[in-house]
């Protein structure tokens, strides 16, 4: 299947791209960065504001991509569906007719160690940059972990770490650790910028809070903490170029090697329609001296969080028992990494 006909667009800063993007809403525009996941879209095409969703009712306040049988506004999104079986039908229809190419906005791109401790990652750096980052995998562990698991080394020399977010998928392989080490999002629109939180930011599959007229722009994350460490994994059912069946990421500190955990973050993929930052292992794990018993207490805390679903890449009951699995292996790995700080 060719690609359907679109202009593309570039500009030289990133106020000049946040104007092209509400210049040309009425048109349909999306942002174009490296390019891996927005061009399959098209050919597909499944370009996510094209897919039936709720933008809040009764049942789904949030909003949600959706069935329309679960909505109580259906007729709304029949129509959405009828509009979607014409798309599918001839893929020219409904794809967008702009993208806004950022491949010139220099300013996007690098890691930074900051001043203050914290690390700076412009959005369009590479996912093979942050995979070959000492300063990420020293001391933002986790996020190299998920930098090494995702897609093959061709994906890897043009995706992006903002471009792996942005999309909001459950599954995406940088933004679950990201959301473990409690990172932040800059977004920017033609009236300024606002940041939020790794976790607040996907509402649904390919459903997010950013605006049509943003971009984000960079992510940073808090500073390293002394007797602290990350770790992520990814269970698929093959090494390279899949969809995990679960993601885990954990990160956690100590007031001491020896001592009580201080802290911990626990964020879990492809177990809901959004990533999901566990709520429950704090109350488990926080204030105590990590043994094997405290361990798998989390572990169990953690699984008792998912929501997954049955799909062919493995049933919910499976996925339950690999985020136990997957959660106690990362603990212990994390908790491994923390104790050898000096």
Known sequence: MILPRFDVLVPETVEQACAMLAENADRGVRVLAGGTDILVDLRRPIIPQHVPRCDGCPTHPQGQVLSTIECVDSDRLMSAEGSLRATLEDPRKGAPAVLVSLHKLKKLKGIEELANGRLK???LTTISEIERSDIVRGHWTA???GADSLGSPLVRNRGTLGGNIVNARP???TAIPTIALGAELTLQSPSGTRIVPAEDFARGPG???IEPNEIMTEIIFPANVPYSGSAYYKLANRKA??????GVAVWLALEKPDGKVTDIRVALGAVGPTPILAPSVQDVIV???PDDKILLKTAI???DDARPIDDHRGSAWYRVQMVEQLTLR???KALNQARKEL
């Open 207 to 209: 459903l997010s809070v």
């Open 121 to 123: 990652i412009g959005a």
């Open 241 to 246: 170029l899949e969809i995990s069946t679960v």
């Open 330 to 332: 990362l603990l212990q």
């Open 287 to 289: 204030g105590k001296i």
């Open 171 to 173: 599954a995406a392989d």
């Open 143 to 145: 996020l190299a972990d």
């Open 301 to 303: 805390a953690a699984r």
